[in-house]
């Protein structure tokens, strides 16, 4: 079981949550050409090692986090708010 | 190499079985080679036997950085069936079931493949009806398909859980050439085929990093020193994305996803047939092994991973999954659980293509299916390599095929490798 730390639940075994995918796609400008919105839907790095990933915690908070995690290993170096406002909600409450 | 056949096994039986000589050779590897296949598993070693059976290639390297059946080709669930709708698959996935069926012959090594059917159970007026549509596809494309009502099913099989108030189990879809192997049989097989043909099938040999010349990867370098190859082809699922980027490619439309499969302590015979029970967003199938131990799998872990062992949700969704549709396994006891990463891709389809780099060639994105498409992925990929150009089963199957919009998707999941399992 993978353990995420949830900034407003706490700790939880990771099937309280679900994976989303990769949390660096960011989706270019409504007119980008083909070429570059078929790169940022459907290629990724598929990074072997630590990469920022997106989990829903649905049966908790219901809040998207980002998560950096190994591939190789599954351990967790930090769990953030998807959010930006909400990253600094937490920042500011610690 | 000793060719197994009657005589032979007379002869050495009579001789203290001291005749028989290695299954395949282990040479020190040539400096330069016509082609270098990355990747020893089933894929890779078809590949080469392929090129030296079919094309007369005979100066191929098989690289493989562990041994021969200790990847994904020892971590599967062996089942063999053709039951594809898209074009390009079914043609594909149907060639391949024609080849198991002599593949025992042509390698001339038993790889106990068996027909017993592939039975896969539906439970509603819809799925019934989806299934239909799917099955008569293959029924016009000259693929075995036919559906079993409920007294056929309960005729077959009578201990499934006929009594399922959620669940209720309407009848199957059934395709009856299709069936399991022996998953070793079929690595050992192709390695001893493609050595006797000349094939270096060269282990512990893993690829460290790439020498380009104008433009063309020049030679490979290993951890059993540099290897010089005029066409290279990278046949290594699971890990396409770690060799792509070493040979500074970008990225791919593929994930990394690990799937867990479960043996049990051998029982009696219980199961003739491979069943598939799907509803909702649960997935398990299940047949028995020839030495009696059941042997199934569910869905995959949802997280990308490229850890070869899986996580506890899984074991416990495969067990209820197990225990709603087989209440008779409830007191079984598992020897063994596994995982193996595979490639899933954007829609669930493969890829056998030209890549950006001339001298090399992709065979990867199995998701779920490689074990059943080893014989045709290596016929085609070896077709592939030695013609330069796409037989039209796999014309298709490349990495522009999403920018044209032209995804092979089965499942119409869209772009989330995830749920194309």
Partial sequence: MIRINCPYCGERDHSEFNYGGDATVKYPSLDSSEKEWTEAIFFRKNIKGFQLETWHHSHGCRMWLVVERSTVTHEIKSVKPCHPDLQKVVENNK | ?421
């Avoid at chain 2, 030296?52 to 089942?79: D, F, M, P, Q, S």
């Avoid at chain 2, 499969?261 to 029982?267: K, L, Q, Y």
């Avoid at chain 2, 490689?370 to 290596?378: H, I, L, Q, R, V």
């Fill in chain 2, 1 to 421: 190499m000793t060719k197994f056949n009657a005589w032979n096994v007379i002869k050495n039986g009579l001789n203290g079985q001291s005749y028989w000589t290695r299954q395949w050779r282990d040479p020190e590897p040539k400096s330069s080679y016509d082609v270098v296949i990355i990747g020893g598993g089933l894929h890779g070693l078809a590949t080469a036997y392929y090129l030296a059976k079919n094309h007369n290639i005979k100066k191929v390297a098989v690289l493989e950085k562990g041994w021969i059946g200790g990847g994904n080709a020892g971590r599967n669930t062996t089942i063999v069936r053709s039951n594809y709708m898209m074009p390009g698959n079914h043609e594909f996935y149907e060639h391949s079931l024609k080849l198991w069926e002599n593949l025992s012959h042509d390698l001339n090594y038993n790889v106990m493949f068996s027909q017993r059917a592939h039975v896969s159970l539906f439970h509603s007026p819809g799925a019934k009806d989806s299934v239909s549509r799917i099955y008569n596809i293959m029924k016009l494309h000259g693929t075995d398909a036919e559906l079993w009502d409920l007294k056929t099913l309960k005729k077959k099989i009578p201990h499934l859980n006929y009594n399922n108030s959620r669940f209720p189990i309407l009848g199957a879809a059934v395709q009856k050439r299709a069936g399991n192997a022996r998953h070793d049989a079929v690595a050992w097989g192709y390695a001893r085929a493609a050595d006797t043909l000349g094939v270096d099938i060269l282990q512990n040999c893993e690829v460290t990093g790439f020498t380009r010349k104008n433009g063309n990867i020049e030679s490979i370098q290993t951890s059993r020193g540099i290897i010089k190859g005029k066409k290279i082809g990278f046949a290594v699922a699971g890990n396409t994305s770690v060799l792509w980027q070493m040979a500074e490619l970008g990225n791919l439309p593929i994930e990394s996803h690990k799937l867990q499969a479960f043996v049990s302590e051998a029982v009696k015979p219980l199961l003739d047939q491979v069943v598939v029970y799907g509803v909702g967003g649960a997935h398990f199938y299940i047949s028995q092994s020839d030495k009696g131990s059941m042997v199934f799998g569910g869905d995959l872990d949802w997280y990308k991973s490229y850890a070869q062992r899986g996580n506890l949700p899984m074991v416990q969704d495969v067990a209820e999954a197990a225990m709603a549709i087989f209440p008779s396994l409830g007191r079984i006891r598992l020897l063994r659980h596994w995982a193996g990463v595979m490639d899933m891709t954007m829609d669930g389809s493969f890829f056998i293509c030209k890549t950006p780099i001339s001298n090399l060639y992709l065979n990867a994105g199995w998701n779920y299916g490689g074990f059943k498409a080893s014989p045709a992925s290596g016929w085609y990929f070896a077709d592939l390599i030695a013609n330069e150009s796409p037989h039209t089963y796999v014309q298709n199957h490349n990495l522009e095929r999403f920018e044209k919009g032209i995804n092979i998707d089965e499942r119409g999941a869209g772009p989330d490798p995830k749920l194309h399992g």
